[in-house]
């Protein structure tokens, strides 16, 4: 059900939820704006996914339970995982190195839409894509 491309169509609270990350103005700007692209292949509990911005083009491959490293477009970096919750859910936990801080995200279905929200020190957004 994840399988396929998606692109970021909107975002709710994504600026507050990046100032709450500690990220400067002029990057939030610039990353509200950043034509996210997701092309996810699942297979079975393995999961890769070709991410595309406006800031870089990244290959990551993870197993669902299993910790992976992660970094954001800003160098910061992350570790964490990804589980299932059903078949329809994606629930994940990743730790900032620099704070050991806990970023939590969702991805879920609402209608034709992926939802992915985030969830940091008591700020939460949305991103919301659509199928390409
Ligand atoms: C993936 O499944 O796409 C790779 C792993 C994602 C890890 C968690 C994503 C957090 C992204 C937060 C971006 C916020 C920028 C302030």
Known sequence: ????????????????FMEQMGIN???RKLAEHDNLKLVIEQNGNKFSIKETSRFRTKDIEFTLGVQFD????????????????????????????????????TRIFEGEEMVQTYSYEGVDAKRIFKKA
Do not use: H, P, Q
Not at 1 to 16: E, I, L, M, Q, S
């Open 70 to 105: 992660y970094s954001l477009a800003d160098g910061t970096e992350m570790n964490g995982t990804w589980e299932m919750d059903g078949d329809s859910v994606m629930k994940g936990n990743f730790t900032r190195k620099d704070n050991g801080k806990i970023l939590s995200t």
């Open 25 to 27: 103005l002029m990057k």
């Open 1 to 16: 059900a994840f399988n396929g491309t998606w692109k970021v169509d909107r975002n709710v609270n994504y600026d507050k």
